[in-house]
């Protein structure tokens, strides 16, 4: 996503209407501002794989915008009632030794508390997986179609969550409502340690889809208040890092809890959901405190002097208005009214997008989610199973982070995106063709090298807040992004049936299918944002100055649908 920049618009002056012979010209304005300088612009400055681009540190780092515009200030000046409008100052400048100080003191205090809470978050979600090798299943009585409508209720009241946790974190402050969610979601999950049979099991997996929902995009929401565009992917990357981390470990922790099997006459599964929980509850309690509101308000009682200086604060502040000015459209406590949900919902700009939430990583996921069961059924045992799964999480975790720079270094989304599908379908056609007499060890290489999938999601997620202008649409759309991707979970839990195990010949044809589909949904979506850009260009273009700079005064065009708004894809 850009903002374009209008022609600077000229006309002449009264003293120079007077003047027949006059040539010279004067910028429309009641008052002339004077820019102070402004760094050279970074999209002109290419990356490459290793390193960002090379800054002269006491160097000019402030980006030109539209706030550089006295035609076009006041129409982006943060409205008084923002929060953070106190530190709004267009004229103000810094160098890149300042915000590379910055940068690195936001990514300690906020973006390793927020893969603290999504490390919590995955443990909690995935260990029903390590559950699974304890023999969780026959326990309960449950089967793998029991087991498969767990996973659909899950999926399915996190989806009908995600609108309305959004809504009430945009009401009270993601930095109240997400703690809020963990410590509710935590009670749910500890409390998995007394499950009795299918109607239990069933009843925790729909309400920690209702606690859980909403959790990832109020936490992206939350810190696109720090980060600028270009910035964000990349830490959504390591964010998703934690939850690789989170499996990785839990798999560790599993070997270890699951051997308590006996004590108390418990299984070691149900030791396994009390722990985990128990620690989730403490990251709940420990978030009320480690959440700021916004860049200016982190003081608090127990915090008397803050996390920045003002000086920090202005420049934090006035660097994400200058990449993206929609920021300040709403206060962090500002509601969203049903009309302009209503107007979001009908932006089909940004259908593409949902659409592609649904099938995109169906592909890969039943063979990930059935990773441990699968490797019981060939014959592991439970300490095996749970060790073995750790090399593809490893795997995951390293393609995730080339992925994601290699995004941002081609400054493609589409071919990132597309190339999942690339990869992941010919080991699906390499396990469709397994039969019983195929080695376990053949078996795990494949199924290894399926589910440490390079997890292009954060890729996606990016993708979706950029093509959205404005907080209220981000904050809506990255819910109904989720949603969809939630449905994707519920196709995702129902491929893989009892009747078709322990190959699923079945399921795996449609997994090719839906891989082959893919890619093709991906061609579709590249002509459909190259097309809208082209033609914005060519209106754009063809306007004179005075039309762009009438057209930004008077347009009641929101959002992405601006005629100088351009999508990323």
Not at 66 to 92: C, G, Q, S
Not at 121 to 150: K, P, V
Request: proline content about 5%.
């Amino acid at each position: 996503m850009s903002t374009v920049l209008a022609k600077p618009y000229y006309v002449k002056t009264a003293s120079e209407a007077s003047d027949s012979g006059s040539t010279k010209s004067g910028l429309v304005t009641d008052s002339t501002l004077e820019v102070p300088t402004l760094g050279a612009p970074v999209s002109d400055q290419k990356a490459t794989f290793w390193r960002r681009p090379k800054h002269e540190l006491d160097s000019i780092a402030t980006q030109p915008s539209v706030f550089d515009d006295p035609a076009t200030l006041e129409k982006y000046r943060p409205p008084p009632e923002w929060e953070n409008a106190h530190r709004f100052d267009p004229t103000v400048r810094w160098t890149w030794r300042e915000e590379y100080r910055i940068i690195r003191k936001i990514d300690w205090l906020i973006m390793v508390w927020a893969c603290v809470m999504f490390f919590s978050l995955d443990l909690d979600r995935s260990n029903i997986s390590q559950a699974n090798t304890d023999n969780f299943l026959g326990d309960l009585g449950l089967s793998t179609d029991d087991f498969n409508l767990g996973n659909t209720l899950f999926k399915l009241c996190f989806l009908i969550a995600e609108l309305p946790s959004q809504l009430i974190s945009k009401r009270v402050g993601p930095d109240v409502w997400i703690p809020s969610q963990m410590v509710l979601w935590s009670f749910v999950s500890l409390g998995q340690f007394w499950l009795k049979g299918r109607a239990s099991f069933l009843a925790t997996r729909c309400l920690l889809g209702f606690m859980q929902g909403g959790f990832i995009p109020d936490v992206i929401l939350y810190l696109s208040y720090f980060y600028t565009k270009t910035e964000l992917p990349l830490r959504l990357a390591w964010f998703w890092v934690s939850n690789y981390l989170a499996e990785i470990v839990g798999a560790f922790i599993a070997t270890g809890l699951l051997k308590l099997r006996g004590v108390g006459g418990k299984a070691g599964w149900r030791y396994l959901f009390l722990i985990e929980g128990a620690l989730t509850l403490a990251i709940g309690i420990a978030s009320f405190f480690m959440m700021p509101p916004s860049p200016t308000q982190t003081k608090a009682w127990f915090r008397p002097k803050g996390w920045f200086t003002e000086r920090e604060e202005l420049i934090m502040v006035n660097r994400v208005l200058r990449d993206d000015p929609s920021k300040s459209n709403m206060h962090n406590r500002e509601g969203l009214t049903f009309r302009m949900i209503w107007d979001i919902l009908k932006d089909w700009r940004m259908w593409p997008i949902y659409a592609m939430g649904i099938v995109f990583m169906v592909p890969v996921t039943p063979p990930q989610t059935y990773l441990t069961l699968s490797l019981r059924n060939l014959g592991y045992t439970t300490t095996q199973a749970n060790l073995l799964s750790i090399p593809s999480k490893v795997l995951g975790m390293l393609l995730l982070l080339v992925w994601c720079y290699i995004s941002e270094i081609i400054d493609s989304r589409i071919i990132t995106l597309v190339s999942l599908q690339f990869y992941a379908l010919p080991l699906l056609i390499a396990l469709y063709t397994f039969t019983s007499e195929t080695s376990p060890w053949v078996y795990f290489a494949v199924v290894t090298l399926i589910t440490g999938f390079p997890y292009v999601h954060p890729v996606q997620v990016a993708w979706a807040s950029t093509n959205s202008a404005g907080v209220g649409t981000r904050t809506v759309s990255a819910s109904i992004y989720n949603m969809f991707v939630q449905a994707g979970g519920i196709i995702s839990a129902n491929i893989y049936r009892d009747d078709d195990k322990p190959l699923y010949k079945r399921g795996n044809r449609v997994l090719i299918g839906i891989c082959v589909m893919n890619m093709f949904l991906y061609l579709f979506i590249y002509i459909f944002y190259k097309g809208l850009n082209k033609r914005r260009d060519r209106i754009w273009n063809s306007w004179s100055a005075k039309e762009q700079h009438e057209y930004l005064e008077n347009t009641k065009d929101k959002g992405n649908a601006r005629m100088n708004f351009r999508f990323a894809y």
